[in-house]
């Protein structure tokens, strides 16, 4: 019983008399974080929508070997990655760590990347088993999807993962709405043993998300395997008794060990000689997240990630050369401080992050290239530094004593800076923490010094109180992400002179049950300096004053992350207005995106070139210089559609009514759902020009006669499914520019207009396959895009399974969801 139930935050139970050790999980997809408590970096990749962006599965496997090396480095079994929940909404907290809003092209991708991660003898777990497309009320809500919504659409990418092998998968914290059974993804007895484990016969374990199994009885009957995090929680305390009295057979007991044990076999965690552990075998691993080899495959990532979304009169790329520009300007919050990550627990700690300026002057030697961030894109302040701050002692830091209830302190210790102000308290009879540090005012002017502690607190700064709160918190905190983003209070300090400003913070010890107890407070501070309409005229001063302006814009830390939902899709601050000045101060002015999800940009039809950069990951401003030269040709392609305009979003938002998320746009998600509407948005999914020019030359079917509505359908459940594709579309383009270039081609059906008016819920067009090819300057391909049976085939309720309608679809062949070059028909026998 105690293997169901995790031995800490992020290891399993051992059991030495049976060779078993513990397993260790950690965090993903952005870089495998381990536990945190070996103290090496770790390779931190482009954002998975970036990665997406790429539609390479081989890129998406070096990717995912990347990955699995880094896990045997830092000793860890598990990966908790990939996420294939899709993009139904563009205002999704977690929007960057999904792949996609298409579920063809999230299976495809992650079955690469987890067949990659896998070969290495390390397990992936992909997630949140299913329904979790909203930040808002995560823990609480229940989503309701039609059956057939369910099985095409949300459920896709998890069976294409279970078809391909995948170990683990994690159970969401939200609830479903199913077959007349409304219960938590950990306690949902038709979903985890119906489908997961009956129909498609998955043979590895179900995790519950961190705190998310709240009983014993109802997820041990309901198909969960395994309770994270440890010691402790409904199983540990209440699963023994429920055995024992029969509410929950012992044989559930056994198949449960019995995947844990499979899944140990698997990672080498099992030796099969009693009383004899096998040491973690880290051969293979990386030996620098910094190398050269990692280095490089993180820029090209990064850079093939890349969306060329405009580019008049050939402005990109950039000379080099003496020929290139002499004088070049690069601007914005973003480009001072790329955002190379979103928030919450895909965050990892890289060996360093490459700077645009430092990137662009290396690839750009004949070149002067100047720096100005044309104003703050954040509301706060950075962190404060440590060499700003001193205990009441005259050392260097910030002051910290631990006080009892009574407020008598158990223990003093000194931390460095503000960057340290989360830590583990492990006395249990610490109740409160007492931060005191005095903040040097270098210069005349004003000052800004913002405190945010977690939880109840009281805040003073030069003996003034300045907030107080007596609401304590508890783990709620840890799984809203709230820790991550609480109020804070802002104290304005004018001096006339340098001096010291003195900071007392009391702030409540967290009891975040398995996550530990920890204090929080976040300590930021703003120097006088330049307002934001000085910065923006000395930005705009120097794009007219350059060859070339390069405006870096986004979002950022307080925008993109696990916790919460954004509000709408608007750029931060004024950085809209940034771009139009820029541009018409220099008419040759690029613009880079720096986010991970979609933002308007009122803009895009009136620069010469834009380009969308994601969240690049530890080799930012190496991809940057690369994209802009063209040393790699940003390839990238829409994994999402671009709105124009907010009010034309299909899906607004995912905000729960009455503690329920209604799927109302049934199978539209996405592109579909733009499709159906009829709106135009400001670049369509697949959307992506690179550098090269393309024409489609002609289209032919190869074996379509395979294709026929009475074969019998094989799922997963028995005998695997014939890996034949039902028909292969092949495609011959042609590289019309002169430079060498890689295109994505992309196949998208329709149904046969008589079958359409039957099923009206059916899609307009839906992707149905894709591949990438690259081309020589003047050359030729001829790609072949494999179709699978699964994309002609709907769910038939009534049936309870695939079914396909005979009837002529329509094979649509192009360069995105709306630039459909080529078609022909798909004939499917009755």
Same mark, same amino acid.
């Given at each position: 019983?105690?293997?169901? !139930?995790?031995?800490?935050?992020?290891?399993?139970?051992?059991?030495?008399?049976?060779?078993?050790?513990?397993?260790?999980?950690?965090?993903?997809?952005?870089? @495998? =974080?381990?536990?945190?408590?070996?103290?090496?970096?770790?390779?931190?990749?482009?954002?998975?929508?970036?990665?997406?962006?790429?539609?390479?599965?081989?890129? /998406?496997?070096?990717?995912?070997?990347?990955?699995?090396?880094?896990?045997?480095?830092?000793?860890?079994?598990?990966?908790?990655?990939?996420?294939?929940?899709? /993009?139904?909404?563009?205002?999704?907290?977690?929007?960057?760590?999904?792949?996609?809003?298409?579920?063809?092209?999230?299976? =495809?991708?992650?079955?690469?990347?987890? *067949?990659?991660?896998?070969?290495?003898?390390?397990?992936?777990?992909?997630?949140?088993?299913?329904?979790?497309?909203?930040?808002?009320?995560?823990?609480?809500?229940?989503?309701?999807?039609?059956?057939?919504?369910?099985?095409?659409?949300?459920?896709?990418?998890?069976?294409?993962?279970?078809?391909?092998?995948?170990?683990?998968?994690?159970?969401?914290?939200?609830?479903?709405?199913?077959?007349?059974?409304?219960?938590?993804?950990?306690?949902?007895?038709?979903?985890?043993?119906?489908?997961?484990?009956?129909?498609?016969?998955?043979?590895?374990?179900?995790?519950?998300?961190?705190?998310?199994?709240?009983?014993?009885?109802?997820?041990?009957?309901? *198909?969960?395997?395994?309770?994270?995090?440890?010691?402790?929680?409904?199983?540990?305390?209440?699963?023994?008794?429920?055995?024992?009295?029969?509410?929950?057979?012992?044989?559930?007991?056994?198949?449960?060990?019995?995947?844990?044990?499979?899944?140990?076999?698997?990672?080498?965690?099992?030796?099969?000689?009693?009383?004899?552990?096998?040491?973690?075998?880290?051969?293979?691993?990386?030996?620098?997240?910094?190398?050269?080899?990692?280095?490089?495959?993180?820029?090209?990532?990064?850079?093939?990630?890349?969306?060329?979304?405009?580019?008049?009169?050939?402005?990109?790329?950039?000379?080099?050369? &003496?020929?290139?520009?002499? =004088?070049?300007?690069?601007?914005?919050?973003?480009?001072?401080?790329?955002?190379?990550?979103?928030?919450?627990?895909?965050?990892?700690?890289?060996?360093?992050?490459?700077?645009?300026?430092?990137?662009?002057?290396?690839?750009?030697?004949?070149?002067?290239?100047?720096?100005?961030?044309? #104003?703050?894109?954040?509301?706060?302040?950075?962190?404060?530094?440590?060499?700003?701050?001193?205990?009441?002692? #005259?050392?260097?830091?910030?002051?910290?004593?631990?006080?009892?209830?009574?407020?008598?302190?158990?223990?003093?210790?000194?931390?460095?800076?503000? &960057?340290?102000?989360?830590?583990?308290?492990?006395?249990?009879?610490?109740?409160?923490?007492?931060?005191?540090?005095?903040?040097?005012? $270098?210069?005349?002017?004003?000052?800004?010094?913002?405190?945010?502690?977690?939880?109840?607190?009281?805040?003073? @700064?030069?003996? !003034?109180?300045?907030?107080?709160?007596?609401?304590?918190? #508890?783990?709620?905190?840890?799984?809203?992400?709230?820790?991550?983003?609480?109020?804070?209070?802002?104290?304005?300090?004018?001096?006339?002179?340098?001096?010291?400003?003195?900071?007392?913070?009391?702030?409540?010890?967290?009891?975040?049950?398995?996550?530990?107890?920890?204090?929080?407070?976040?300590?930021?501070?703003?120097?006088?300096?330049?307002?934001?309409?000085?910065?923006?005229?000395?930005?705009?001063?120097?794009?007219?004053?350059?060859?070339?302006?390069? @405006?870096?814009?986004?979002?950022?830390?307080? !925008?993109?992350?696990?916790?919460?939902? $954004?509000?709408?899709?608007?750029?931060?601050?004024?950085?809209?207005?940034?771009?139009?000045?820029?541009?018409?101060?220099?008419?040759?002015? @690029?613009?880079?995106?720096?986010?991970?999800?979609?933002?308007?940009?009122?803009?895009?039809?009136?620069?010469?070139?834009?380009?969308?950069?994601?969240?690049?990951?530890?080799? &930012?401003?190496?991809?940057?210089?690369?994209?802009?030269?063209?040393?790699?040709?940003?390839?990238?392609?829409?994994?999402?559609?671009?709105?124009?305009?907010?009010?034309?979003?299909?899906?607004?938002?995912?905000?729960?009514?009455?503690?329920?998320?209604?799927?109302?746009?049934?199978?539209?998600?996405?592109?579909?759902?733009?499709?159906?509407?009829?709106?135009?948005?400001?670049?369509?999914?697949?959307?992506?020009?690179?550098?090269?020019?393309?024409?489609?030359?002609?289209?032919?079917?190869?074996?379509?006669?395979?294709?026929?509505?009475?074969?019998?359908?094989?799922?997963?459940?028995?005998?695997?499914?014939?890996?034949?594709?039902?028909?292969?579309?092949?495609?011959?383009?042609?590289?019309?520019?002169?430079?060498?270039?890689?295109?994505?081609?992309?196949?998208?059906?329709?149904?046969?207009?008589?079958?359409?008016?039957?099923?009206?819920?059916?899609?307009?067009?839906?992707?149905?396959?894709?591949?990438?090819?690259?081309?020589?300057?003047?050359?030729?391909?001829?790609?072949?895009?494999?179709?699978?049976?699964?994309?002609?085939?709907?769910?038939?309720?009534?049936?309870?399974?695939?079914?396909?309608?005979?009837?002529?679809?329509?094979?649509?062949?192009?360069?995105?969801?709306?630039?459909?070059?080529?078609?022909?028909?798909?004939?499917?026998?009755?």
């Amino acid at each position: 019983m105690a293997l169901l !139930t995790g031995a800490a935050t992020w290891t399993l139970r051992e059991i030495p008399a049976i060779g078993l050790r513990t397993m260790t999980v950690s965090d993903g997809p952005i870089g @495998v =974080r381990g536990t945190g408590d070996d103290g090496l970096p770790s390779a931190q990749l482009p954002a998975p929508s970036a990665t997406a962006a790429t539609w390479d599965v081989d890129l /998406q496997a070096r990717l995912g070997a990347l990955m699995a090396a880094e896990a045997r480095r830092k000793a860890v079994d598990v990966i908790l990655a990939p996420v294939v929940n899709l /993009q139904r909404s563009p205002v999704g907290g977690r929007h960057f760590e999904c792949l996609a809003e298409d579920p063809l092209l999230t299976a =495809r991708l992650a079955v690469a990347f987890v *067949g990659a991660i896998q070969e290495q003898g390390v397990a992936a777990c992909v997630k949140h088993f299913v329904g979790n497309e909203t930040e808002t009320d995560r823990t609480e809500y229940l989503s309701r999807i039609d059956e057939r919504t369910l099985r095409e659409v949300y459920l896709a990418p998890f069976e294409a993962v279970v078809d391909a092998g995948i170990w683990t998968i994690m159970a969401a914290y939200n609830g479903l709405a199913r077959d007349g059974v409304d219960a938590t993804a950990t306690a949902h007895g038709p979903l985890l043993n119906g489908i997961l484990k009956d129909e498609w016969a998955f043979d590895g374990i179900v995790v519950s998300d961190w705190l998310a199994t709240k009983t014993a009885v109802e997820p041990a009957l309901g *198909g969960l395997d395994l309770v994270m995090p440890g010691p402790g929680g409904p199983w540990a305390e209440g699963l023994l008794d429920a055995v024992r009295d029969g509410r929950v057979p012992e044989s559930a007991i056994d198949d449960k060990v019995a995947r844990i044990l499979r899944l140990a076999e698997r990672v080498g965690a099992l030796s099969g000689l009693a009383g004899h552990l096998l040491p973690y075998d880290a051969s293979g691993a990386t030996e620098d997240p910094a190398s050269d080899e990692v280095a490089a495959l993180l820029t090209e990532a990064a850079a093939r990630s890349t969306v060329v979304l405009r580019n008049e009169g050939g402005l990109l790329p950039v000379a080099t050369g &003496a020929d290139g520009p002499r =004088r070049i300007a690069l601007i914005g919050h973003n480009a001072v401080v790329p955002f190379t990550q979103g928030g919450g627990s895909a965050f990892v700690t890289p060996p360093h992050v490459s700077a645009p300026i430092d990137a662009l002057r290396d690839a750009l030697p004949h070149a002067e290239v100047a720096l100005d961030r044309g #104003g703050a894109a954040t509301v706060g302040a950075p962190l404060a530094p440590g060499e700003l701050l001193t205990t009441p002692d #005259g050392e260097p830091g910030i002051r910290i004593d631990l006080l009892d209830a009574d407020g008598v302190v158990r223990e003093s210790l000194q931390v460095p800076d503000a &960057a340290s102000l989360w830590f583990p308290v492990h006395d249990a009879g610490v109740a409160s923490a007492r931060l005191t540090t005095d903040v040097e005012l $270098r210069a005349a002017g004003r000052h800004v010094i913002e405190l945010a502690p977690v939880g109840a607190h009281r805040v003073t @700064v030069d003996g !003034t109180l300045r907030a107080a709160s007596d609401e304590p918190v #508890g783990v709620e905190v840890v799984l809203n992400s709230s820790y991550a983003n609480p109020p804070s209070v802002e104290a304005v300090v004018e001096v006339d002179a340098p001096r010291l400003a003195r900071v007392e913070v009391d702030a409540q010890v967290v009891d975040g049950e398995s996550y530990g107890r920890f204090v929080r407070v976040h300590f930021r501070y703003r120097a006088p300096g330049l307002t934001i309409d000085e910065e923006l005229d000395a930005a705009v001063a120097a794009a007219a004053a350059s060859d070339l302006a390069v @405006v870096v814009v986004g979002t950022n830390p307080e !925008t993109e992350s696990e916790g919460w939902d $954004r509000p709408d899709l608007a750029l931060p601050a004024r950085q809209n207005e940034l771009v139009r000045r820029v541009a018409a101060a220099n008419p040759r002015t @690029v613009v880079v995106v720096n986010a991970g999800a979609p933002v308007i940009l009122p803009w895009l039809d009136e620069v010469p070139a834009v380009l969308w950069w994601w969240l690049p990951g530890q080799e &930012a401003g190496t991809s940057l210089a690369a994209v802009l030269t063209g040393a790699i040709e940003p390839s990238g392609r829409l994994p999402w559609t671009l709105p124009a305009r907010e009010e034309d979003v299909p899906v607004p938002h995912g905000i729960p009514v009455d503690g329920v998320i209604e799927y109302t746009e049934r199978l539209d998600v996405g592109h579909r759902g733009w499709d159906r509407l009829g709106r135009t948005p400001a670049r369509e999914f697949g959307f992506g020009l690179g550098y090269a020019a393309w024409e489609y030359r002609s289209v032919e079917l190869v074996d379509a006669a395979s294709v026929d509505a009475t074969d019998a359908h094989v799922n997963a459940a028995g005998t695997p499914a014939d890996p034949r594709p039902a028909v292969v579309v092949r495609v011959t383009i042609a590289n019309t520019g002169a430079r060498d270039g890689r295109e994505v081609v992309q196949c998208y059906l329709a149904a046969d207009p008589a079958d359409a008016a039957s099923d009206p819920d059916r899609p307009l067009r839906w992707l149905a396959g894709f591949a990438v090819v690259d081309v020589a300057a003047g050359g030729t391909a001829t790609v072949d895009l494999p179709i699978d049976r699964r994309a002609f085939e709907t769910w038939s309720t009534d049936a309870a399974r695939f079914t396909l309608r005979p009837g002529a679809y329509r094979a649509h062949v192009g360069r995105s969801s709306r630039d459909l070059r080529l078609e022909i028909d798909v004939p499917i026998r009755g």
